[in-house]
């Protein structure tokens, strides 16, 4: 549905180290960067989906999720992600509010966002 989405974020330099770490697991990278404007678009197969750019007014309320093919993959970015600097918003487990097989964590970025993998597949 979404060709690309994009952040305002305060520290294009920390957040483009945090969103490296805790979307690597999910295998993004950046693909894309213009470090003298102080953006980067994060993808997979060459792709930016997902772009940061050091810009006002910060962005600070937004939810993003990523999918992620395993639970597994769901809880590796949780961890790597809390590595980075994020701050807990939600442990990895299973969400039966959403439906019976959302698999899901959630972390603050370094500006605030909530930032999600979720898996939909059964365990």
């Known amino acids: 549905m979404f060709d690309h ?3 305002n974020v305060r520290d294009y330099a920390a ?3 945090f969103y490296e770490r805790a979307l690597g697991p999910l295998g993004y990278s950046v693909v894309m960067a213009f470090d003298e404007w102080k953006a980067c678009g994060f993808g997979v197969e060459g792709q930016p989906t997902f772009w940061i750019s050091e810009r006002e007014p910060a962005t600070t309320g937004t939810h993003v ?5 395993d639970r597994a993959t ?4 949780h961890e790597a992600a809390l ?6 918003n ?3 487990g299973v969400r039966e509010q959403y439906h019976p097989t959302y698999y899901g964590a959630f972390v603050h970025d370094l500006d605030g966002n909530n930032v999600e993998a979720v898996c939909h597949a059964p365990a």
């Open 65 to 69: 999720a990523f999918t992620a093919p």
């Open 74 to 77: 769901v809880d590796a970015f």
């Open 5 to 7: 989405v994009g952040l």
């Open 90 to 92: 939600g442990r990895p």
């Open 15 to 17: 957040s483009r180290a």
């Open 83 to 88: 590595d980075a600097g994020g701050i807990d």
